[in-house]
């Protein structure tokens, strides 16, 4: 599990933190006003892991009951 890249930045005038985990980049108000939870991200990785999994498994029987009724009723 990697540590989130932070980084100060700009934008529309307003001083944020730039937090990168993964493919996904989240703006902080530096006053750090939103609450970010760094252990958790085990957590949400599994959960995309898991999210992921089932959509290959629905997708994969969705196509086995399609191929089998166009089998039954050609």
Same mark, same amino acid.
């Given at each position: 599990?990697?540590? !989130?890249?932070?980084k100060?930045?700009t934008?529309?005038?307003v001083d944020?933190q730039?937090?990168? /985990?993964? &493919?996904?980049? @989240?703006?902080? !108000? &530096?006053?750090? /006003?939103?609450f970010y939870?760094p ?8 959960? @995309?892991?898991? @999210?992921k999994?089932w959509?290959?498994v629905?997708k994969? /029987?969705?196509?086995?009951?399609w191929?089998k009724k166009?089998?039954?009723n !050609?």
């Open positions: 599990m990697a540590t !989130p890249d932070v100060d930045v934008y529309n005038g944020y730039l937090l990168t /985990e993964g &493919k996904a980049n @989240i703006l902080f !108000p &530096k006053n750090n /006003e939103v939870n252990v958790q991200q085990f957590n949400r990785d599994m959960s @995309i892991a898991a @999210i999994t959509r290959d629905m994969d /029987e969705v196509k086995a009951r191929d166009l089998k039954k !050609p």
